[in-house]
């Protein structure tokens, strides 16, 4: 799945090619579990506090 990715401190998104066989249900699910605070997604790890969205295509 194709996942556009937008940080807060970030003009621009990107675009994470995710071959895990995630949802994006499942990426809400690690975004909001407050365990830790880093998410990875595709080859990228990113801390959770600087997402702003992510659109699954």
């Not at 895990?20 to 998410?39: A, H, R």
């Amino acid at each position: 799945m194709k996942l556009k990715i937008k940080l807060i401190s970030n003009i621009e998104s990107f675009v994470v090619n995710d071959k895990s066989g995630k949802t994006l249900e499942d990426y809400f699910e690690q975004l909001v579990d407050s365990g830790t605070p880093f998410i990875k997604i595709g080859n990228k790890i990113l801390q959770k506090s600087t997402i702003e969205y992510i659109d699954g295509e």
